[in-house]
């Protein structure tokens, strides 16, 4: 084993750490190899399809993040061809929701995809996927 230091936000932790609490976990450092690895398998789920695809993405940010909302608009107006829908919902006063339908290549989807978990101000994404198969 190779002992790491990381920095996390004090919130983050105790959710996290109640997570654990409520799965039954004993150790910190178990819970987070196990978080690893799901983070893991789902990066390669994503790197692994192929073809065309229909699906959500789904997208939680922080509305008060300074220029968060217009490059989301600006990404989105890159890949207009891919996506079909937008519902926009307010979760509180300081999150926002946006579920994306997206149809089409693949890679154009993921790069979609990645280019909105690279913003600052995104809190999280989630790509769901399926095959479009002739019928």
Same mark, same amino acid.
């Given at each position: 084993?190779? +002992? $790491? !230091?990381?920095?996390?936000? +004090?919130?983050? #932790? ?12 004993? !150790? ?14 789902? =990066?390669?789920? @994503? ?13 939680? =940010?922080?509305?008060? =993040? $300074?220029?968060? @909302?217009?490059?989301?608009? %600006? ?8 996506? %079909?829908?937008?519902?926009? $919902?307010?979760? %509180? ?7 994306? &339908? &997206?149809?089409?290549?693949? %890679? ?6 990645? *280019?909105?978990?690279? #913003?600052?101000?995104?809190?999280? &994404? ?6 479009? *198969?002739?019928?």
């Amino acid at each position: 084993m190779i +002992r $790491i !230091s990381m920095s996390l936000p +004090r919130k983050l #932790l105790e959710e996290f750490d109640d997570v654990l609490q409520d799965r039954g976990y004993n !150790s910190r450092s178990k819970g987070i190899r196990d978080a690893l690895k799901d983070y893991i398998l789902r =990066y390669q789920w @994503m790197n692994e399809m192929d073809g065309e695809r229909v699906g959500t993405i789904a997208v939680i =940010y922080d509305h008060h =993040y $300074i220029g968060v @909302m217009e490059e989301l608009a %600006n990404i989105q107006h890159q890949y207009t061809e891919h996506i %079909n829908a937008v519902m926009h $919902i307010h979760m %509180n006063e300081k999150l926002c929701m946006e579920v994306i &339908v &997206v149809k089409g290549d693949v %890679n154009q989807i993921r790069e979609l995809t990645e *280019k909105i978990m690279s #913003l600052k101000g995104v809190e999280h &994404v989630k790509l769901t996927s399926s095959g479009i *198969k002739d019928t």
